[in-house]
């Protein structure tokens, strides 16, 4: 059974940098691809960025320049380093595998002053 789990979320002030982490059980993240989703409140999940089994990254264009996504093979982790952070990336993140199975509780991110 898949599991994952997101931390590394907090509150930071505008232009400010956090890196979240997906650690995951149950799945090989070196073979995955995996992606990480946000919920800004009052609003859907929205796909924030993915990452190919190989080394391919999509980001959404909103993060595009800002965020990173990478993979720690060893850890079985995967990692989203947010820079430059704005008050409209405020959202519950969560990571899963690329083709969607069970949520985890997720990571909050707040960016204000």
């Known amino acids: 059974q898949v599991h994952l789990v997101e931390s590394g979320g907090g509150l930071v002030q505008p232009g400010g940098s956090l890196r979240l982490s997906c650690a995951a059980s149950?799945?090989?993240?070196?073979?995955?691809?995996m992606v990480w989703y946000r919920r800004a409140p009052g609003k859907q999940r929205e796909l924030v960025a993915s990452?190919?089994?190989?080394?391919?990254?999509y980001y959404y264009d909103l993060v595009k320049g800002r965020f990173t996504f990478s993979r720690d093979n060893a850890k079985n982790t995967v990692y989203l380093q947010m820079n430059d952070l704005k008050p409209e990336d405020t959202a519950v993140y969560y990571c899963?595998?690329?083709?969607?199975?069970?949520w985890g509780q997720g990571t909050q991110v707040t960016v204000a002053s």
């Open positions: 899963n595998t690329y083709t969607l199975g069970a």
């Open positions: 149950g799945v090989d993240v070196r073979g995955q691809a």
């Open positions: 990452l190919t089994s190989g080394t391919d990254t």
